[in-house]
């Protein structure tokens, strides 16, 4: 079961009901903040929960392991629902929290999308492409994956890696050793995939929102440029020159076919390469909200993480009408001091997350700017 199967309504929970939340960063902050705003409360449950971004605008945390299982029943029993903002949370302890309350998105969409070979092979099977790729278990295998998808591939983890972690570039003249040993080969537990280095226009994402009814509704194509493997920028919708709308409407299409396939409740991320002659290739996906989506907060009359409430609480979902276009910009490690002059800035819209600390590649907070509509 992928989750709340289609068809089956959920509760419509009443103003008042509390949202249990797995994982306790930024995205469960901004989801416990959307929440709020409809009347709901905010359970945090995570092994870093204390003071974290989540924890600080929630109305309680557990902070316990994901194996802890007293733990988890306790906090299943004190929510009407659970969610989650990470999806790298143990499928064990989604199968666990399941026994005693409606979770969304459910232990099999989890174990699709924290695997990288099973979030490959689930999106080919649907005939969807993507970049060639290879499994690798060994220095031996990325050498031959190389040889068969080259010249130019990358090396990942399949699971874990975000933010270019995890991650190594590859061509004819590359160590295979060195590659799989920085990526922790060799450890426990520990697989690679080979993908084959795709030339692109650009890259773009697109977020659907799904209920448990079947309804969906999708945010438009935005493209997405990143900085030393980290998003830096993401324009809202992406720009007619660089994405035509025949290929919008395909990113689109991709979308709303894996959320369908996934029996997804909630919300959904796919991350895709656009192709100089149009093409588009799916890269990643996350059931969750998503950093692509933080531009919804100021643009759209209904954002990403009111999305993922309405859908979780079983009430009809949002109008995703674009008020504006937007640019947002991450604000990673000391970006953040720049805070005083983006609150100076007119029609600049500041988001903090509450962290204490910054450090190079952390995200500390983002900027949305609108614009006119074209």
């Given at each position: ?148 998808i080259g010249p130019r591939c ?121 192709t100089a002659d149009g093409r ?95």
């Amino acid at each position: 079961m992928t989750g709340t199967p289609t068809g089956t309504p959920l509760p419509r929970l009443a103003p008042g009901s509390t949202i249990g939340m797995l994982g306790a960063g930024q995205l469960g902050r901004m989801t416990a903040l959307a929440a709020a705003r409809l009347g709901y409360k905010t359970h945090v449950y995570a092994p870093d929960a204390a003071d974290s971004p989540a924890a600080q605008v929630s109305a309680a945390a557990t902070v316990a392991d994901w194996d802890d299982l007293e733990a988890l029943e306790r906090f299943a029993r004190s929510v009407d629902v659970v969610t989650l903002e990470w999806e790298n949370v143990p499928v064990a302890t989604a199968e666990h929290l399941r026994r005693f309350t409606n979770l969304n998105p459910g232990p099999n969409v989890l174990s699709v999308a924290q695997d990288r070979i099973a979030e490959k092979s689930f999106v080919n099977q649907l005939g969807i492409a993507t970049a060639p790729w290879r499994t690798a278990s060994s220095a031996e295998e990325v050498a031959r994956a190389v040889a068969e998808i080259g010249p130019r591939c990358v090396l990942k983890s399949t699971r874990l890696g975000y933010d270019g972690k995890g991650q190594a570039r590859l061509d004819s003249g590359s160590d295979p050793v060195t590659a799989w040993t920085g990526i922790g080969g060799g450890k426990p537990g520990v697989e690679g995939i080979v993908e084959g280095f795709v030339t692109f226009a650009c890259e773009v994402s697109v977020i659907v929102a799904r209920g448990a009814d079947g309804a969906m509704v999708a945010y438009p194509a935005v493209e997405n440029r990143h900085k030393d493997g980290i998003l830096d920028v993401t324009i809202a919708p992406a720009a007619p020159e660089k994405v035509s709308a025949e290929t919008a409407a395909e990113a689109d299409r991709i979308a709303r076919r894996i959320a369908e396939a996934l029996d997804l409740v909630g919300v959904l991320a796919v991350e895709m390469f656009v192709t100089a002659d149009g093409r588009v290739l799916v890269n990643e996906m996350a059931p969750r909200p998503h950093n692509s989506g933080h531009w919804t907060m100021d643009a759209c009359a209904t954002d990403q993480f009111e999305q993922l409430v309405r859908a979780v609480c079983g009430l009809p979902l949002g109008s995703v009408e674009r008020v504006a276009d937007a640019e947002m910009t991450n604000l990673i490690g000391d970006d953040v001091l720049r805070w005083p002059d983006l609150l100076a800035e007119p029609g600049a819209r500041l988001h903090l997350y509450g962290k204490a600390e910054a450090r190079p590649g952390r995200k500390m907070g983002h900027v949305n700017r609108l614009f006119p509509r074209r």
